[in-house]
């Protein structure tokens, strides 16, 4: 019997197997730029209302998400209050590197990730966050053992994990073993639309689907969490998905 999560899986396009279709469907720039990642559907980003969202309408420094690139996956959407404009070479937890390719869109400064904590997979439910993006100065213990005092970082409040989300997710601090899971983004200058393409790094899905599938289930009302984003996935502020983020 086919499970669901290789119904799902079986919708993406391993880079590594690949390449040549990736290379036909992407562009080269964003193919290249990508080692170790993974082409999903390509989707195209809508606002609230459900209509094409404009890059240039992304409020810096507020917690956008979207779900990519499964219908239960969460991601930040972060429009940073500075350009991006570096590719940076990070590594997973087994020592596998890849790069990402920093901001996309008006001055480079939108970026997006999975939010689902590389640590124990905190993540945003519709009753609790105790992940968010954190634009006011925070403080926390620093990967040095020392205190840190600083602003504009994914703060996971479970367990202190802390991320850099102008350096790839990179990890600031607390237990998380590797980055947050990047999210390839694409933007047409033309029409100013955004697109989730494919994630970068080490996604923590298979162990998400498996640990909260029956939450999951009743959350998005459908036994099918493992099924693909198609077509296009609405972009919503975090606080009215969210009915309480914990602010550590
Ligand atoms: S789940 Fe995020 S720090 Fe533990």
């Not at 998400?65 to 404009?85: A, E, G």
């Not at 994990?161 to 601090?173: E, F, Q, T």
């Amino acid at each position: 019997m086919t499970s669901k999560k290789s119904v799902g899986r079986r919708r993406f396009v391993k880079l590594c197997a690949s390449t040549a279709a990736a290379v036909a469907a992407y562009p080269d720039s964003l193919v290249g730029a990508v080692n170790h990642g993974e082409f999903y559907e390509k989707v195209q980003l809508h606002d609230d209302e459900n209509n094409p969202l404009r890059a240039s309408a992304l409020q810096p420094d507020k917690n956008y998400l979207f779900f990519y690139p499964f219908i239960s996956t969460p991601c930040f959407l972060i429009r940073l209050n500075k350009p991006v404009q570096r590719e940076v070479n990070l590594s997973t937890r087994d020592g596998s590197s890849y790069s990402w390719p920093g901001g996309v869109g008006p001055g480079q400064q939108i970026v997006s990730f999975s939010a689902i904590c590389a640590h124990k997979m905190s993540h945003p439910s519709v009753q609790v966050s105790f992940i968010n993006y954190r634009p006011e100065e925070v403080q926390f213990a620093g990967n040095d053992n020392r205190f840190h005092r600083r602003s504009n970082v994914i703060y996971c409040c479970s367990e202190g994990s802390v991320y850099d989300p102008a350096d790839g997710a990179r990890v600031l601090g607390g237990p998380a073993p590797q980055p947050l899971a990047a999210i390839l983004l694409e933007h047409d200058p033309r029409t100013d639309a955004l697109f989730a393409v494919g994630v970068a790094g080490q996604s923590m899905f298979d162990s998400y689907f498996k640990t909260f599938e029956h939450r999951l289930e009743l959350e998005f009302k459908t036994q099918n969490i493992t099924e693909a984003a198609r077509g296009s996935a609405r972009v919503i502020e975090l606080e009215s998905f969210c009915a309480r983020q914990i602010l550590c």
